[in-house]
């Protein structure tokens, strides 16, 4: 006969009158013993009951060998009289012995060298200040890694404090992970994330220190969340410089290293923000002088040119002057300086940064720390799935591992699924291609025929109205999609059975972002590279399918409609992101506290506080980077045709710190710490969005806009040396006989009975010996173009690297910080040692003196 679940875990129970013990605590009921991590469970009484029991008894039972301090509140005493919360406690032995395991570095000596010398404009930041206790928590001290038999030679006045709560959560954490509970199936079965996945617990956490928005009555308890809240956390603190320190030391340095990053990155797009903005303007206040565009507007000009159908059949004949409006507004955002400035802010930016990841390496003790430890060892997962052993060549001890043939296989299954969402994502993006065709002749016709649409027709051109509706289109199918490769990618990771927590993070970080990279720019490079490149022209135009004619660019170039999609994409996903990060976890933890709320603080405990947050997963940090590389990727790679992307993205970034500080701060439980001395993967990443940048911006300004024929009609091919770009319109236009339209193209009405028709290309007149076929001007346009990408590429490249080379990764006084400090280190361990040698032989002549002399009083005695 089995026990139940009270009998095992409450054999001594004590019932506490909750009318006089508040439980909005950190600590045991003794008061003393500070709570760890907590464990939560059901007891369900289903066909699972007697397998989860007894798992929680081995598991408890194994914890407790292990050294750690368990109290279980029964299920009387929580809230809706049905959860289980088993309290851990981490004591001093526990923690000195894996603080060793860990390598886990603790201070021996407070800091003596000085600090860098302030900046006499300092003042003027003073309004972004935080005060110095928020933003330097602790003193800064020397440090070195923790080894129980060295415990005198550590600063350590209190043992309940000396390691901190992040510390303490991030031990208990290790040995939860790497706990056994039993064996089933002929496997040993360990682990705290598996008895989260089969249901034996359903939850697992550290403990917040207090609520955040007000301080613990406890005077024991530190109230960091409480500060992180009130100088973070709100969005009226969105001037003031981030308290990285303290962010460090209550999350941990994974956590804290990505709100740095984020800072720097959005420091860093104040610059091109500023310049992006004064480039609109300037193209905003001279758009009246630009002498396309006067032509364009020009009823005298643009007026009388008439344009060839842009669709067959449907469509009709069109008037140059109705694309005025368009054409005005395309002069606005194309911006060659904002292009180039953003690019070389993109190599400072991560130059510059890893300058400031080496000075946070330094403050954060992270300087001998190529991997996390805890990273570098096996996955759990690994050591359950590989059933197979071999020798380490490091450890020379026996470990699992996969066969290759077995590695072949998953890598092989994993390549084939990736290739088959990429494909879906190419089709799904054809798709959009197709609707944009399909639609374009519905458009212009409803356009033509709707005499209410008429007062707009000159800006809401059937192009923009397309380009419009096909990008919302494309926008929600990206959604959807991105919801579908979430769990396609994570299945893929998990079916590869990475051998490392570092290896399981790269893998599908590549693969979440390969699919990303395709899902949110494919339509952003179709309509920059490939929409109005391969149209024909008029009697011989090119088909898709050989059904839908493929689409034409406005006479002013494509530039206004990547400008579009580039606009609905980003800003689409920033404000979705926005209210997938903050609205749906608040709207999560209200209904499910909504019967708590009215209950006193001594009936809602800590741990049932924490319990009813949202759970900040292994993942979470992972989706916040991908979030912000893609967005990186919207300003960098398409900045050419949208200067006002960086403002975007400045704007947004604004926001999201004060976002995920604010639901990291009061919708989520707190994460386990975690070290972590960069970001990892990302940087190359963003290494490779940078270079591969400077190559679409160089097609963008010679393929995308019309900046080369510009330039080519200025120096080669004008004939008015007063207005040299006069007539520049005219001659970017080919003629067109009517009466060569074959019967498939040709519009059913031509009321105004037109003999010609212009299109967007430079080919020989129908009256021409070379009739309709390319001119010389195209030619040279052509290999200005090539030229033009060539040259930008070399220049910047070269630049680039310049940059990259002249500043150094680790910054002079921060080398000369980590040389001091290695040698003071060793210098104090070395006097440690010498030290206590001296103490064992003077240990050692007593005792031989003592024995001298014990020898001679037998001597005498005999």
Not at 88 to 102: D, F, G, N, Q, S
Not at 115 to 136: A, G, I, Y
Not at 282 to 293: A, I, P, Q, R
Not at 311 to 326: I, M
Request: with cysteine.
């Amino acid at each position: 006969m089995s026990l139940s679940s009270t009998e095992y875990q409450f054999p001594c129970f004590v019932n506490i009158d909750k009318r006089h013990e508040s439980k909005d605590s950190i600590f045991f009921r003794d008061g003393v013993r500070r709570i760890d991590f907590v464990l939560s469970y059901v007891d369900d009484l289903n066909k699972e009951w007697e397998k989860k029991l007894e798992r929680r008894k081995e598991f408890e039972s194994n914890l407790q060998k292990a050294g750690l301090e368990l109290e279980t509140e029964d299920k009387k005493e929580s809230e809706d009289g049905k959860i289980y919360f088993v309290k851990i406690h981490a004591p001093w032995e526990v923690l000195i012995t894996y603080a060793e395991v860990l390598n886990i570095k603790v201070p021996i000596r407070e800091n003596d060298i000085p600090s860098m010398v302030e900046n006499p404009l300092d003042c003027m930041l003073t309004p972004f200040r935080l005060p110095e206790k928020v933003m330097h928590p602790e003193p800064d001290y020397f440090t070195a890694p923790f080894s129980k038999d060295k415990q005198e030679l550590y600063l350590i006045n209190d043992e309940s404090t000396f390691f901190s709560p992040s510390m303490r959560n991030r031990i208990v954490n290790y040995i939860l992970t790497r706990c056994p509970y039993g064996t089933e199936e002929g496997k040993k079965k360990f682990g705290i994330k598996r008895l989260l996945n089969n249901g034996t617990y359903s939850a697992a956490y550290p403990l917040h220190d207090c609520q955040y928005w007000k301080k613990a009555s406890d005077p024991n308890c530190d109230n960091e969340r409480y500060t992180l809240y009130m100088e973070w956390a709100r969005f009226l603190r969105f001037y003031k410089e981030q308290p990285l320190d303290l962010i460090r030391k209550y999350y941990g340095e994974k956590i804290g290293i990505y709100f740095a990053w984020l800072g720097f990155y959005t420091e860093m797009l104040f610059l091109a923000a500023v310049v992006g903005v004064i480039c609109f303007l300037y193209g905003l206040f001279t758009m009246d002088e630009n002498m396309s565009s006067k032509e364009i507007c020009d009823p005298a000009i643009g007026g009388e040119i008439i344009m060839c159908p842009l669709c067959d059949r449907e469509c009709e004949y069109w008037r140059l002057n109705t694309t005025c409006e368009s054409s005005e507004v395309c002069t606005c955002f194309f911006s060659p300086f904002s292009c180039l400035f953003t690019l070389k802010t993109v190599t400072l930016f991560l130059e510059f940064w890893k300058r400031r990841q080496a000075r946070l390496k330094y403050e954060w003790d992270l300087v001998d720390f190529e991997e996390e430890q805890q990273q570098l060892q096996l996955r759990p997962e690994y050591e359950a799935k590989c059933t197979q052993k071999k020798k380490n060549p490091v450890t020379q001890e026996m470990e699992p591992y996969l066969p290759l043939t077995s590695q072949a296989v998953r890598f092989c299954i994993s390549g084939t699924t990736v290739l088959f969402w990429v494909s879906l994502i190419i089709a799904s993006m054809i798709a959009v291609i197709v609707y944009r065709l399909a639609v374009y002749a519905a458009f212009a016709s409803l356009m033509e025929n709707t005499q209410t649409l008429q007062p707009i027709s000159g800006l809401l051109t059937p192009q923009l109205a397309t380009s419009v509706t096909a990008s919302c289109l494309n926008f929600v199918i990206i959604m959807i999609l991105n919801f579908i490769y979430e769990k396609i990618a994570i299945w893929i990771t998990d079916m590869e059975i990475p051998r490392t927590h570092m290896e399981y993070e790269n893998r599908l970080t590549m693969k979440m972002f390969l699919f990303q990279f395709v899902n949110y720019y494919s339509s952003c490079f179709y309509v920059a590279f490939f929409k109005g490149k391969f149209v024909g022209y008029p009697g011989a135009y090119t088909y898709m399918f050989n059904r839908w004619r493929n689409e034409e660019c406005d006479p002013a170039g494509c530039l206004i409609e990547l400008t579009t999609q580039l606009t609905i994409v980003m800003a689409g996903k920033q404000i979705w992101g926005n209210i997938q990060e903050a609205i749906v976890p608040w709207i999560c933890n209200w209904w499910g506290r909504r019967k708590a709320r009215s209950n006193p603080e001594n009936l809602y405990s800590r741990w049932e506080q924490d319990h009813d947050l949202q759970t900040f997963g292994a993942l979470g940090l992972f989706y916040e980077y991908l979030e912000m590389v893609i967005q990186f990727g919207f300003i960098t790679l398409f900045v050419a045709s949208f200067p006002l992307a960086p403002l975007l993205a400045l704007m947004n970034n604004i926001l999201e710190i004060r976002v995920d500080s604010w639901k990291l701060t009061t919708q989520y439980r707190r994460p386990v710490a975690a070290k972590a001395h960069s970001i990892g993967v990302w940087q190359e990443i963003l290494n490779g969005m940078a270079i591969l940048s400077v190559v679409t911006n160089a097609f963008i300004v010679a393929f995308t806009s019309d900046m080369i024929p510009r330039l080519v009609y200025y120096y080669a091919y004008s004939e008015n040396e007063d207005s040299p770009m006069s007539g520049y319109i005219n001659n970017s236009l080919s003629v067109f006989e009517i009466s060569d339209f074959p019967e498939r193209n040709k519009p059913k009405e031509n009321p105004e009975g037109f003999e010609q028709c212009r299109y967007r290309d430079y080919r020989y007149p129908p009256d021409h010996e070379r009739k309709y076929l390319h001119t010389m001007q195209f030619w040279h346009i052509l290999a200005a173009k090539l030229a033009f990408i060539i040259i930008m590429e070399h220049v910047v490249f070269i630049v680039k690297f310049f940059v990259a080379w002249m500043i150094p990764d680790v910054p002079a006084d921060v080398k000369a910080k980590i040389k001091r400090e290695k040698y003071l280190t060793q210098k104090i361990l070395h006097e440690y040692e010498l030290e206590k040698l001296k103490e064992r032989l003077c240990q050692g002549d007593k005792r031989a003196t003592e024995k001298d002399t014990l020898d001679g009083r037998v001597g005498i005695g005999f």
